[in-house]
């Protein structure tokens, strides 16, 4: 990604935010089982350790687009999968019999936002500051560090079927945490009985159904905030375009030409419309604060938090250090350059369509021809097609 290595007031106050879930629920979990002071001094200590690499590692991982879902993965989310795997693991410790905790739920949860690393150092930190609150012997903590093996297996598979083999996953999943709790409870007593297997069951059947019910809701909630997103950036009543019109109603309607025109454009060539509709609406808006106009942009969009790729389109603005990349960013380089183009005439010099459909060809043949366009993977046919589609419309009505 390009030019995101910068600080945002919203993904710092998450990352308070998320501070105060571990602060809290690290604090709750050592006096519901009666922690002695000293040994609660030194489990902040670690929670206090953990939390800043944790913090330090999802920056990375930001940064390199490791997210699943990248565009999608707020940091928002982030912190409602934090409580939530907290809240599994209040249940686990305050309602599960030992070895039959259903903690192989911790990495599938923790899939939906995080990567391999993130997920297993989450969920490993659960269990471990779990086992030392409830002095867990060390055949409870090999139960459940292996359940977390699996599930970090079982979560990406999850993830990647449909269907009936998303079943046999879940039965897996059943079959696994099941097998697992029996042997490590074996392994500690040297016993079995008709009851241990009952809970073994029972463990099962929790984590497969909270496996089946949560990881599709997420998912989905994860793809309708895809539109969500897109559409609050381009609401009327959004401060950064609130922000457009005030400081200029010419550059507003500009950046309004461009995104209806760029919307259009995608959806004919089956592109992602809502991407370059936002990303039309917003790429010159570096001239709110002046040069450096693209530094400048991407700063706003990143204080914003833009989704990645729309802060790709703007810095691609002009093809002046990046070529568009995609697309929706060569769309939106076409529609900024004709927009601008016939913006520069008169609307009487414009009133005859041959006029105006000169200026379009003329434009956009330079702009291919200069090979503005080589790395967006945009094909001949498609580019035929915007090009029509521009030297149609009425571009100052």
Known sequence: MKHTNRFSSIRIGYTIGMALIFIIANTVLCLLNAVLIDKFICIMGINVCFFLLFVLLLIRKRLEGALPEFNYITYGKITFVILLTWIITF??????????????????????????????????????????????????????VTLVAFGNVFAQLFKEKEGLE????????????????????????LELSLSILFFGLVDGFVAS??????VPLFKTYVDNSQHNNYEMFLSQDYTLV?????FSFIEYQHASRVSILSRKCAEAINANSELAACGGFYYRLGKIEGEPMIDNALKIANDYCFPSDVIQILAEYGGIIYLPSTKESAIVHMVDSVVTKVELFDKDAMSSTWNQNMVIYQTINELSQKGFYDNSTLSMNQFLVIRNILANEDILA
């Open 209 to 214: 159904a909270f496996t089946v019910a949560l």
């Open 91 to 144: 249940l686990c410790a305050l309602f599960s019999p030992d070895f039959f905790a259903p903690f192989i739920l911790l990495p599938i949860v923790c899939k939906t936002v995080f990567d391999d690393s993130l997920s297993n150092v989450l969920s490993l930190y659960l269990v471990i500051v779990t086992s030392i609150c409830l002095d867990y012997s060390i055949f409870i903590v090999l139960c459940y």
């Open 166 to 189: 998303r079943l046999y996953i879940l039965i897996l999943i059943f079959a696994v945490t099941t097998v697992v709790s029996i042997i490590f409870y074996y392994f500690n007593y």
């Open 242 to 246: 609130q922000d457009i019109r005030n």
